[in-house]
């Protein structure tokens, strides 16, 4: 019986396969024919489809082609057809911007009423406001969209100009604007609007304009005189550019100015913060005094925590403390900075006290807080909660069509075409079900889809979502051929890559381990690993086999050492170099602690912390560190 009830199952299965690979062909010829304006053979080969899942794609293209004809009424038909769906949204902004264009107001409202997420709409939804009589929600929002740094959108202009004409924007906030562009750098906004301003405030912007361009002019005191308040503030905006580059210079100039032109405090503040943070970064102890006296009046989080990064530099321990108890209260109780207190504690020769802080930091699942667990000698607190059941396949993908284009386009090879659409529809879901449909992702091998799920619902504590063992053939075989730890090659592909085989970089780094081609080339060359183009990086098997003998090259360079290693993957060995010349032989987390580039400290943090979830998955004993990383004078 049991036999009988497999063969049939077989044979069920057969069928169904052959009904999509039938449905698949019909796709494809009437995509063809769409292309080649075939519109009878593209009808006929249409009518065979309702049930295929990737359908939508070719009625979108049809009725796409129509957008200048389309009623709203069409439109809203092909939204209910199919709702929630990727190419629903794509119609409805597409006629959202007809419609703005075409000043239809009233349409426009019925078919959106909230407020658009992209700016472009956002100014068409206040001219609809202001064309149908709410002109108080009108002003308020073209107030708020115009003071951005930014170039704004054409769409924008008549909203803008409508404000203007009852009186709405003044040379305030055209100063205002300017003064944003200025900081964002965006020179050809600067001088754009400076040419918006009244008599009254011309002068102050032309100086901006200059001073954008030339802020060393500055260092000729008696040229500037002026006594209005914006004439003022392009002076401290001049000031705080040329900090950034003489800071010794603008450290003479500024009181001088002060004096002079009778600055502001907000004024000061802003040449004082740009002058701290400069310094801080030059890791000078010049105007050292000066610094710890103004810091803490001037100071944001973002500089006093930049000041306490530069006691950690300096193994300062005695005053780190200070420095830490002058964060917010929120910010000392992460394990970061609780780890840092308890270093400094334990620098103190206060073993208690560094224990105790060192006990909080331990709880966290993250660097700091196997971090603390390792200086402790606790153990790891990995947190972990079970998996949300995943929900059945069939129940699933009637109540999420997109689940079966997904699937559809991964049958077909088009991984980036899946994740679009997951994407999308996770965007449309609330927590508990981005959760379940990440455990169904895992159930159908779809790694990268689980954890994108899970950043999705925030599931930190679901780590089966968040760190997939994924093809284990590959990394565990090349482990074992160059001697790497296996669990620290899954935590480089999970950071590089969060394991989406087509993953490609806006430098053009691709595959599980993001590997740039030239590398790819020549440690193919080096070590004998077949490559005949740029596009197999996208292989897995591949781009695991280059990126771990690339990974190998840097643990030969740096004498086994991980922590160099990963951060010479990430930034390159030239950079790595130079920043272990300035170091002068410290230990390896002031290290890591002072790497100078932002995305470099996180990616060796994450990295590090990531090899310990994958130890605790694999079943490996769970270190942060090796001695030999422990001890090397960095």
């Keep these: 019986m049991k036999s009988w009830l497999g063969i049939g199952l077989l044979v069920f299965s057969l069928g169904v396969s052959a009904q999509t690979s039938s449905l698949r062909e019909r796709y494809d010829a009437a995509e063809q024919a769409l292309k080649r304006n075939e519109l009878t053979r593209f009808q006929q080969l249409r009518q065979g489809l309702d049930s295929y899942p990737l359908t939508v794609y070719l009625d979108y293209e049809l009725i796409s082609r129509r957008l200048n004809q389309l009623s709203l009424g069409e439109v809203q038909a092909f939204m209910r057809k199919y709702p929630d769906s990727l190419q629903a949204d794509r119609l409805e902004r597409a006629f959202l911007v007809r419609l703005a264009q075409e000043q239809r107001w009233q349409e426009f409202l019925s078919l959106y009423p909230k407020l658009p997420n992209s700016t472009e709409l956002q100014c068409a939804h206040y001219r609809a406001k202001w064309a149908l009589g709410d002109r108080a929600t009108a002003l308020a929002g073209a107030e708020r969209l115009w003071l951005n740094g930014r170039s704004l959108p054409g769409a924008c202009t008549p909203l803008f100009d409508s404000w203007r004409s009852v009186g709405g924007r003044t040379d305030h906030h055209v100063w205002q604007r300017m003064e944003l562009a200025f900081e964002l750098g965006e020179s050809s906004i600067v001088s754009y609007l400076s040419r918006e301003l009244g008599p009254s405030t011309r002068a102050a912007g032309e100086l901006l304009v200059q001073l954008d361009k030339q802020p060393e002019r500055l260092g000729n005191i008696t040229q500037f005189d002026g006594s209005s308040p914006q004439y003022q503030s392009a002076v401290s905006h001049g000031l705080a550019r040329l900090a950034d580059t003489e800071p010794g210079l603008v450290m003479n100039l500024y009181p001088q100015y002060q004096k002079r032109l009778g600055l502001s405090r907000e004024h000061v503040a802003r040449i004082e913060r740009?002058?701290?943070?400069?310094?801080?970064?030059?890791?000078?102890?010049?105007?050292r005094e000066w610094l710890d006296h103004r810091l803490p009046e001037v100071g944001d989080i973002d500089l006093l925590e930049l000041r306490a990064r530069l006691a950690i530099w300096e193994q300062d321990w005695r005053r780190l403390p200070e420095w830490i108890d002058r964060l917010p209260t929120e910010s000392q109780q992460d394990s970061r900075w609780q780890y840092w207190r308890g270093r400094a504690l334990s620098g103190l020769r206060q073993s208690d006290q560094a224990d105790a802080a060192w006990h909080k930091a331990a709880q966290a699942r993250d660097y700091y807080g196997f971090l603390a667990a390792h200086q402790s000698s606790r153990p790891v607190a990995l947190q972990k909660q079970p998996l949300k059941p995943a929900p059945a396949w069939d129940k699933a993908a009637a109540r999420w069509p997109a689940l079966r284009r997904v699937d559809e386009w991964m049958a077909r090879g088009h991984k980036s075409n899946a994740r679009i659409e997951w994407n999308h529809l996770l965007s449309k879901l609330d927590v508990?079900?981005?959760?379940?449909?990440?455990?169904?992702?895992?159930?159908r091998h779809w790694y990268d889809k689980s954890i994108l799920a899970s950043i999705q619902a925030k599931a930190w504590d679901q780590l089966d979502l968040r760190f997939p063992v994924v093809y284990r053939d590959s990394f565990r075989r090349q482990a074992q051929r160059l001697n790497i730890e296996e669990a620290t090659l899954f935590a480089i592909a999970r950071q590089e890559s969060a394991f989406f085989e087509q993953a490609r970089s806006p430098a053009g780094a691709g595959?599980?381990?993001?590997?740039?081609?030239?590398?790819?080339?020549?440690?193919a060359r080096k070590h004998g690993i077949p490559f005949r183009s740029a596009n197999d990086v996208y292989h897995p098997d591949i781009n695991v086999q280059l990126g771990s003998a690339y990974f190998r090259e840097l643990l030969d360079r740096y004498d086994n050492n991980r922590i160099l290693a990963i951060a010479a993957y990430n930034a390159g060995p030239g950079r790595i170099n130079g920043w272990l010349r300035e170091s002068g032989s410290r230990p390896f987390d002031v290290w890591v602690e002072s790497i100078p580039f932002r995305e470099t400290r996180g990616y060796v943090q994450n990295v590090l912390a990531f090899a310990v979830i994958y130890q605790d998955i694999l079943g490996q004993p769970k270190s942060l560190l090796r001695p030999v990383e422990v001890i090397y004078g960095y």
């Design 274 to 287: 740009k002058l701290a943070q400069r310094l801080m970064f030059n890791r000078t102890r010049e105007h």
């Design 432 to 443: 508990d079900a981005q959760s379940e449909l990440g455990s169904l992702a895992l159930t």
């Design 511 to 523: 595959g599980l381990m993001q590997l740039m081609p030239g590398t790819a080339r020549e440690t």
